[in-house]
């Protein structure tokens, strides 16, 4: 693999293509065409930078979106901990989000020093060039294919309160998002053509120290039935990244987020557990996960909000994911029939 | 609203000017000393500690000291202004204030676990004023909070200001959640 990423180097060299120009400590290209996504000027993407797809995306408004990743050539990911792998300096991801057509591409970047750099890219009209958005983000662009027919481009402090609060700031590319163990039930999920997931990242060496297990046996969600290992991938997927027991939300003591590595203590942490949120007209003792009482449940609640006081996620969407809200209050309602109860 | 906020920013912007970058650690009884320092200084009493009327006019309940809005004090609905230049109302406390915002609760900063400060970390805290998001994370915070100033106060501020609030007194009182504007409570429950 690692020959693999060399030779890449070495076509694309011999090809006269230009290598990604090192980004500064300071700040970010002002195009995203110098990011190193694309061959040359334009927008074909560059043939060592990998798309993938997780197995539960992100809901963002039923943006479609497509997701890549690079790594320096002649570096792996340390992967001896699978729930939090180690991205070697220089690594870079991208996420473009589309409605209709491309609006936005984020940029995610690993320095020298072992920080990662957040931003956004906006696109034309034209769909020809993207330019670094402002650190403050950019609200209601005209997007009329979008809900509401605006579209909202995060600021660094919304990438970083989403990205730091997981132990790792890439999102999305795990061991669990990754497995070829795919959830047939997750809302959203994407068939990319040519995605890496993890028994091609093995295979192409791009990943060290991984747990000969994990390829034997993929990870999965522990799950009564199929329903559940749905909506608690959901949960992890669009939840897991801030409400973690080791992020510096832990002292909510309310775990969404599963772990390959160990048992995940997320029905513990919601089931019955009382609410520190309680919305306006619940009663005090409200608690997280009801089990068979949906009204109860402060978590379909939150889900099914989208005033800015309640909504969960608490940004980066404006508008309800139904598909996945029906998926969770099914499982709720039917909750008292699981075993796992 | 921008004009309550920009009143906000230039009354504190003094308060922000208190960080000084580059200073080394300090021990920790002069980091605490510095905490109590900017809060006294920086108005957060103005808000969380709750006013009671005495004899001499309102005057703050230091038994309830930077323990945010009384629970106790359940608010009936804000009233309604009219249109023009007057747009906030504010509880006798000065712990809820109403707005174009909705209504917002000053929240407890003493070290009560259950409804204080008590689980933050120093993380949880900077990065809360930092990112103007309720745990760092979550929902905005709300005026009449001064997030645009303090969130120029330098990394060893925010640390002396938590370190200081650690301290204090618990007081167990659980805050209210912020209401939405009466405008936007009814149609927001489905998205948009």
Not at chain 2, 40 to 47: E, I, L, R, V
Not at chain 2, 161 to 170: E, G, R, S, V
Request: charged share 20%.
């Amino acid at each position: 693999m690692i020959r693999g990423g060399r030779n890449w180097f070495l076509k694309l060299a011999l090809a006269g293509v230009c290598l990604p120009a090192v980004v500064r400590a300071d700040e970010l290209p002002r195009r995203l065409a110098d990011t190193g996504l694309y061959v040359g000027g334009g927008t074909q993407v560059r043939p060592d930078v990998l798309p993938f797809s997780p197995q539960y995306p992100l809901w963002s408004d039923g943006a479609a979106k497509r997701r890549w990743i690079w790594l320096p050539p002649g570096t792996r990911i340390d992967a001896s901990q699978p729930d939090a792998w180690d991205f070697p300096r220089g690594t870079r991801l991208w996420k473009e989000f589309a409605h209709g057509r491309a609006l936005e591409t984020r940029f995610i970047e690993r320095a020298d020093d072992g920080s990662w750099r957040f931003g956004s890219y906006v696109w034309n009209a034209e769909g020809t060039d993207a330019l670094l958005a402002p650190a403050t983000g950019l609200r209601d662009l005209p997007a009329p294919n979008a809900p509401g027919a605006h579209y909202t481009i995060p600021s660094v402090d919304d990438c970083r309160a989403c990205h730091e609060g997981a132990p790792v700031p890439v999102l999305g590319f795990s061991a669990l998002q990754l497995s070829p163990d795919r959830d047939p039930l997750a809302p959203h999920a994407e068939k990319v053509a040519g995605a890496v997931d993890l028994r091609v990242l093995a295979a192409r060496g791009l990943l060290r120290n991984l747990s000969p297990e994990l390829l034997a046996h993929p990870p999965r969600i522990a799950a009564a039935d199929p329903a559940e290992r749905a909506a608690l991938g959901y949960l992890h997927g669009n939840c897991g990244n801030c409400h973690n027991d080791e992020g510096p939300l832990a002292v909510l003591d309310l775990t969404l987020a599963q772990r390959v590595a160990r048992p995940s203590p997320v029905l513990s942490s919601i089931v019955g557990v009382q609410s520190q949120f309680v919305p306006p007209g619940a009663p005090r003792d409200a608690v997280r996960l009801a089990p068979g009482h949906l009204a109860s449940s402060v978590i379909a609640a939150r889900m099914s909000s989208r005033d800015p006081l309640q909504q969960m996620p608490p940004l980066g969407t404006s508008a309800v994911d139904t598909e996945a809200l029906a998926l969770v209050s099914r499982w709720i309602e039917s909750f008292p029939n699981h075993s796992s109860n | 609203m921008q004009s309550l906020k920009m009143l906000v920013r230039i009354a504190l912007v003094v308060a922000a000017s208190f960080a000084r970058a580059g200073d080394p650690a300090p021990a920790a009884g002069d980091e605490i000393a510095r905490g109590k320092y900017l809060v006294t200084t920086s108005g957060c009493h103005d808000c969380h500690t709750p006013l009671k009327m005495t004899p001499q006019g309102p005057a703050p309940d230091m038994e309830r000291m930077l323990s945010g809005h009384p629970e106790q004090l359940e608010m009936p609905p804000a009233p309604q202004l009219p249109a023009g230049p007057w747009i906030v109302s504010v509880a006798g406390t000065n712990t809820a204030w109403s707005g174009p915002w909705g209504v917002s609760f000053t929240a407890n900063l003493t070290p009560d676990k259950e409804t204080g400060l008590g689980k933050w970390t120093v993380r949880t805290f900077t990065d809360t004023i930092r990112t103007g998001r309720h745990l760092g994370r979550g929902r905005e915070i709300l005026p009449p909070m001064p997030i645009p100033a303090y969130k120029n106060f330098n990394d060893q501020d925010l640390a002396a200001i938590f370190a200081y609030l650690q301290t204090i007194p618990a007081v167990k009182n659980k805050v209210p959640a912020p209401r939405a504007p009466i405008a936007a409570t009814a149609g927001n429950t489905q998205g948009h």
